[in-house]
């Protein structure tokens, strides 16, 4: 469905149509743009109140700033639906995060405006001081370069080491910080509480519009009026504020904060900020979800809604007609309460993904016990260290994506020390619509290279009950359960729990001449494909490995003492993955066999529902019986032979 865009909005292809309008045009083109993004999202998806936020500031941004000559980066990506729309891709719009369609972030390959690729947060400083740098060294005075940034992305210590050395390098920088109090969750943490001390300041507010307009005039004053004025700001605000400016005392000239819903305002700070050299900080006040009231009211559902009544506000679901199996990650926040209610010693820990981890569950039936860090994995991963060194035993839930970020804690805190901390990898394997930036394709390749670490992965919500329990046994060390995003398989999923034998997997079914070894949720896709290859007169076996690393050597001697064919299905990198472990095990052992190996090929996967991407992969029901079929014997008679 194409949606009609307003009558100004639909004139404007690229920022240089933009400029044609005056700035009084700006408030309509602003509500033009908020509608259309409602319009799209509405009846296609994606993340909707972070752009809805930030509608304003990107029109005076590309109204201010001559882009892509002046560089724009902004961080994470959520909220460049607006960007994108005003930069030639509005036709296109609606195949947001559709397969085969536009990225739902910035994407240096789709577009010259996107000068930067993101996905994940706090990367946006770094990268426009080392553009800025760049310029200065190619003699590009002239160029601006501009970082957009939300006050949950400033938790993560990447955004404070650009900013620490931006402050000495004197680049032409500009950091917008989006102050919403909002990530995808409410924001936690001191930077939190101190800038909701700035914007409450009554008596810094009182005074920061006669700040702003002496700093609008300030090239008007003469060559020595810059550091007489800076001088005089940063003293009213340090005592208004009873507090040194955290962002001054890096060296940044901070102004703000100032109203993020005023465009014609933003359009006209943001030229005269061009205007004053150096590392400058303008700090903007937003409403996550401005515009669309249900949005404004519940930020946190309304990050990424899915199909909704853009008149009700009625978010569409399907109504199944049988019970469905849960989601991975309720099963994981449900169990966390029951293992916890049990055992004293577990305690949960979240990046700042409660409601996306469901780790928000055991922070309201035990806040005392559940701690979210903000964006920080590097953080969480040590701070778990530390309850762990404790005696405690912390559950670390974090995306598989985003833990490759803290990967060097994963070894020298945890492993080295073989510490009893429970890593849960939610999102692994192919997380659909965020595309390459989310997929959580390499967690297998680059844990189980590590000394000390049990890697597992549950074939179903029972599994993943199962390794949980056992996870937190004494002694258990350090410990990997991976798991998708999306539904499990089981409907009836709340049973007993039981330990499981560390490095030991489980035989579904005897087979002929075929063996089929899958890791994780994928076993379902060989179950599925074993039935409707059993009904052609073709009987493979089927194996679950259930862990990555111990492998269980037992049961693979035996795969390889009766089948001259093996196919490995994995929801991973087939670099470095299960396959290839299985193809290590069978060259360290003396086995000659028919290794094909199915999962994540060599490349980055683009965006697309994720059934179109196990597909496009080749390891989904359909592949697997594919690849069956090329080395099984089909039998005349129905019966398996033994």
């Known amino acids: 469905m194409q949606v009609k865009a307003g009558p100004l909005l639909s004139k404007i292809n690229y920022p240089a149509d933009l400029k044609q309008y005056s700035e009084a045009d700006l408030e309509q083109i602003s509500q033009e743009l908020r509608q259309y993004i409602i319009d799209v999202v509405s009846v296609n998806g994606g993340h909707f109140g972070s752009s809805l936020g930030v509608v304003e500031l990107t029109v005076a941004l590309h109204y201010a700033l001559n882009t892509p000559y002046d560089r724009l980066v ?45 996905g994940h947060s ?124 955290l962002f001054e005392s890096l060296n940044f000239r901070y102004f703000g904060p100032v109203d993020g819903h005023d465009v014609k305002r933003l359009a006209a700070i943001i030229k005269d900020l061009k205007e004053i050299p150096g590392p400058k900080l303008l700090h903007c006040i937003t409403v996550k979800g401005k515009g669309f009231a249900l949005a ?116 020298h805190d945890v492993a080295i020390q073989k510490l009893n901390v429970v890593f849960c990898l939610d999102r692994a394997g192919l997380a659909g619509a965020d595309g390459a930036t989310h997929h959580g394709a390499y967690d297998i390749a680059y844990m189980r290279c590590i000394p000390n670490l049990v890697v597992s992965s549950p074939m179903n919500e029972e599994e993943l009950r199962n390794l949980m329990f056992t996870a937190q046994q004494e002694n258990a060390g350090p410990f990997v359960i991976r798991y998708p995003r999306g539904n499990g398989v089981m409907p009836d999923w709340k049973r007993p729990f039981k330990a499981l034998e560390i490095g030991k997997g489980r035989k579904i079914c005897d087979g002929e001449e075929v063996a089929l070894l899958t890791i994780g949720h994928v076993g379902n896709f060989a179950v599925e494909a074993r039935a409707e290859l059993n009904s052609e007169g073709i009987y493979p076996a089927h194996y679950d490995l259930r862990f990555v690393k111990p492998l269980d050597e037992q049961m693979l001697h035996d795969v390889f003492s009766k089948y001259k064919h093996v196919i490995t299905v994995e929801d991973g990198s087939l670099q470095g993955g299960v396959g290839s472990a299985v193809l290590e095990f069978m060259a360290d052992n003396g086995y000659s066999a028919n290794v094909i190996r199915l999962g994540i090929p060599d490349e980055f996967i683009e965006h697309g529902e994720q059934a179109e991407l196990w597909a496009e992969c080749g390891y989904d029901k359909a592949s697997i019986i594919e690849a069956v079929r090329k080395v099984g014997t089909k039998r005349t008679t129905n019966t398996m032979v033994g």
């Open 74 to 118: 902004w961080d994470v990506g959520h909220q460049a639906y607006g960007h994108k729309i005003l930069t030639g891709r509005r036709e296109l719009f609606h195949t947001n995060r559709i397969y085969k369609g536009i990225s739902g972030f910035p994407k240096i390959s789709e577009s010259e405006y996107d000068t930067f690729g993101v």
């Open 296 to 411: 404004e009211k519940d930020q946190t559902k309304w990050h990424a809604p899915g199909l909704f009544d853009k008149i009700t506000g009625e978010i569409k679901k399907s109504i199944p007609d049988k019970p469905q199996a849960p989601k991975y990650q309720d099963v994981f926040g449900h169990t966390m309460v029951e293992l916890a209610e049990a055992n004293d010693k577990i305690v949960g820990i979240t990046p700042a993904m409660p409601s996306g981890s469901s780790l928000n569950i055991m922070m309201k039936a035990m806040p005392t016990r559940a701690f979210d860090v903000g964006i920080a994995e590097q953080h969480a991963v040590t701070f778990s260290a530390g309850l762990a060194a404790q005696g405690l035993v912390p559950f670390c839930n974090i995306y598989s994506s985003f833990m490759q970020r803290a990967y060097d804690q994963v070894i």
């Open 122 to 245: 706090s990367t946006s400083i770094s990268a426009a001081l080392g553009m800025a740098v760049a310029s200065q060294i190619k003699g590009e005075t002239d160029r601006q370069h501009v970082a957009v940034i939300g006050d949950g992305a400033m938790t993560a210590g990447l955004a404070f080491e650009g900013l620490n050395h931006a402050g000495i390098e004197n680049s032409n920088v500009l950091v917008i910080l989006n102050d919403n109090c909002m990530s995808i969750d409410p924001n936690v943490g001191a930077l939190k509480e101190y800038l909701t001390n700035i914007t409450t300041s009554k008596s810094y507010n009182r005074f920061r519009d006669d700040i702003s307009n002496v700093l609008v005039g300030l090239s008007k004053l003469g060559p020595n009026a810059h550091k007489y004025v800076k001088k005089i700001e940063k003293s009213i605000k340090g005592t208004l504020l009873k507090q040194s400016n």
